[in-house]
């Protein structure tokens, strides 16, 4: 195979090591286990992490940038929230309900959130619910052909959400007024609403990634930033972005 390793498919075996790494971190918070079960496990997950480093290659293994002609659920693979080779993602399931029409998209979301998720007993934590519904605002808008970073976040707590049960979200992108793009999205426990968020998020053009990328940048991420810049400098690539000239 040619070039660096990346982001695959779901045949990636890193989903399994997430899986398994999983249920590890939801043991380690919640389990009723004796303190000699929990050094005997330490000192595995120890031995299993010392292999890892002794075998890794150099550098950082490329991220894909988000790609909407993917399964949803590859959109962020890596992502806190739902990305499926990340093993602190719970992780989110996503559906694409209604595709792109009009510049308008809905996307339908699962999750169960365990105890590693917890704020208040039994209920899932404020920010846990927020990050969950930017990432979805953020799904929606890439399925109506409007990928951009948040600008504003405003989450509306309306009843406590609980632990350890089947939520189910809704989001769709709104609209646009120039770079501005409006997204909604509501959290339901069966047929109760527990939150809903409203963001407007901001179209940023290829060039612009780079830069920023650049300022944050560390010796690991330099095929990343390779990439983009690649992707910057492809003709046509600032008229991919409703709102911006080509020239």
Known sequence: MSGPPHDGPASDP??????A????IDHTVAAVLEDADVVEAAEAVEAVEARLVDRAGPGKRVRLPPDATRPPQEF???SPVMGIINPVAPPV???????????????????????PYE?????????????????V????????????????????????????????L???????????????????HGDLMTAEAEGIFVEVRPDRFVTIAEG?????????LEAMRAEAARPGAASDVPGFPSD
């Open 93 to 115: 399931h996503l559906e694409v309900v209604d595709g792109v029409d009009g510049g308008f998209a809905e996307i339908r979301a699962t999750v169960n959130l365990g105890y």
């Open 76 to 78: 962020f693979p890596t």
């Open 14 to 19: 890193r989903i399994r090591l997430a899986v």
């Open 21 to 24: 790494l999983r249920g590890v």
């Open 137 to 168: 605002l953020g799904a929606a808008n890439m399925v109506a052909g409007h990928p951009a970073m948040t600008g504003t976040l405003t989450v509306r707590y309306r009843k406590p959400t609980p632990l350890r049960t089947d939520l189910r």
């Open 216 to 224: 944050n940048v560390d010796a690991t991420d330099q095929a990343m």
């Open 119 to 135: 704020g208040p007993p039994t209920c899932v934590h404020g920010g846990v619910i927020a990050a969950i519904f930017d990432e």
């Open 170 to 188: 809704e989001a769709r992108c709104l609209g646009r007024d120039g770079r501005k793009i409006r997204t909604w999205a509501a959290m339901y």
